[in-house]
């Protein structure tokens, strides 16, 4: 079992920068591949970034890269997303998520959702 809680999201302006951060409980966290995905009102959800168990692979959406980058520390249990020019159409809310396996990431097959952080970002 692995619980996860986001934090981090705000109401930024047009170019700025935010740091979410998926913090999980459970003694197995380090062997899950971690994703963040968003939903925007009114749009399904999509993908943003996955990192392998080890951070030896990372995933990016093409309207992400360059911008955000995911990292993880075992150690503390933690995920993050650094959000860079950061643009109005990144509002949404932020979600973090966790696979068992780094080829269920990229399916979107993950086991474990945390509850989302707003993201806001004003032109």
């Known amino acids: 079992q692995v619980q996860l809680v986001e934090s981090g999201g705000g109401l930024v302006q047009a170019g700025g920068s935010l740091r979410l951060s998926c913090a999980a409980s459970?003694?197995?966290?380090?062997?899950?591949?971690i994703g963040w995905l968003r939903q925007a009102p009114g749009k399904e959800r999509e993908p943003v970034a996955a990192?392998?168990?080890?951070?030896?692979?990372?995933y990016y959406a093409d309207s992400v890269k360059g911008r955000f980058t995911i990292s993880r520390d075992n150690a503390k249990n933690t995920v993050y997303l650094q959000m860079n020019s950061l643009k109005p159409e990144d509002t949404a809310v932020y979600y973090c998520?966790?696979?068992?396996?780094?080829?269920?990431?990229?399916?979107?097959?993950?086991?474990?959702w945390g509850q989302g952080t707003q993201v806001t970002v004003s032109s």
């Open positions: 990192i392998s168990w080890s951070g030896s692979s990372t």
């Open positions: 998520a966790a696979a068992s396996l780094w080829r269920r990431a990229l399916l979107y097959e993950y086991d474990y």
């Open positions: 459970g003694r197995t966290f380090s062997s899950y591949s």
